[in-house]
């Protein structure tokens, strides 16, 4: 069955670095998301993006976020400087239209020191 | 309350009960989905009913949905241990946004 893949599923980094989230959604769908889920609360959405570029974001997402697509199957959420408050599970999704299911991959969780 | 939120917060059974957990929402919907989150791990897609649909089974699972009360429940009938987990109902708006905005989610402990 096919499923989102997350790389790493663990990635500990000091307060200031870049990290960037590895995400290789469903192959034929065509839209992408971003969710992250801080210990012990609700699953937040960040971001959405379809047809190449953000078709949506949550004011969540400022400008130290951002996301690519470099090629056919990745899709990345990049943090330019972390901060504490950034540790949490973020977790990619894709479907393959409006009004379908979302599928999510097992996550990866960000631990900020 | 805020859109999508789950009641209750907690809920422990015995196996072989049912269990029935409620989703409260404030917005228009062309969806709900309910999903499973094992301790830790990845959210696992349940079911899915869309607006225009009452009650929708899969399984153990029945998921009503009432769009006057915007209001979803998701019945787990005979309920195993392994059943033990955090289930979170998500809506998808009929406008403007299309991801999905979770609940509080409702931790459930079935007792062996």
């Known amino acids: 069955e096919p499923e989102v893949t997350q790389t790493p599923s663990h990635q500990v980094t000091q307060m200031g670095q870049e990290v960037i989230l590895h995400c290789v959604p469903i192959s034929n769908h065509l839209y992408f998301y971003w969710y992250r889920q801080i210990l012990g609360q609700k699953v937040e959405f960040l971001v959405s993006?379809?047809?190449?570029?953000?078709?949506?974001k949550s004011e969540i997402f400022d400008d130290q976020f951002s996301v690519e697509r470099p090629d056919g199957s990745n899709f990345t959420l990049k943090i330019r400087s972390t901060k504490l408050e950034d540790s949490a599970m973020y977790f990619c999704?894709?479907?393959?239209?409006?009004?379908?299911?979302?599928?999510f991959g097992q996550g990866t969780r960000l631990t900020v020191v | 309350s805020q859109q999508g939120e789950e009641d209750p917060q907690a809920l422990s059974i015995q196996e072989g009960e049912n269990a029935t957990m409620n989703c409260s929402y404030k917005t228009s919907i062309n969806n709900l989905q309910w999903y499973r989150q094992n301790s830790g791990r990845g959210l696992v897609h349940l079911i899915l009913?869309?607006?225009?649909?009452r009650e929708k089974h899969s399984g153990r699972l029945r998921v009503t949905l009432d769009t006057s009360k915007k209001s979803s429940s998701l019945l787990i009938t005979a309920s195993r241990a392994a059943d033990t987990a955090s289930y979170f109902c998500a809506t998808a708006s009929d406008t403007g946004r299309r991801a999905l905005t979770f609940g509080s989610g409702t931790r459930l402990q079935v007792q062996p």
């Open positions: 993006f379809y047809n190449n570029e953000i078709s949506e």
């Open positions: 009913i869309r607006s225009n649909e």
């Open positions: 999704a894709s479907r393959d239209s409006v009004g379908t299911e979302a599928f």
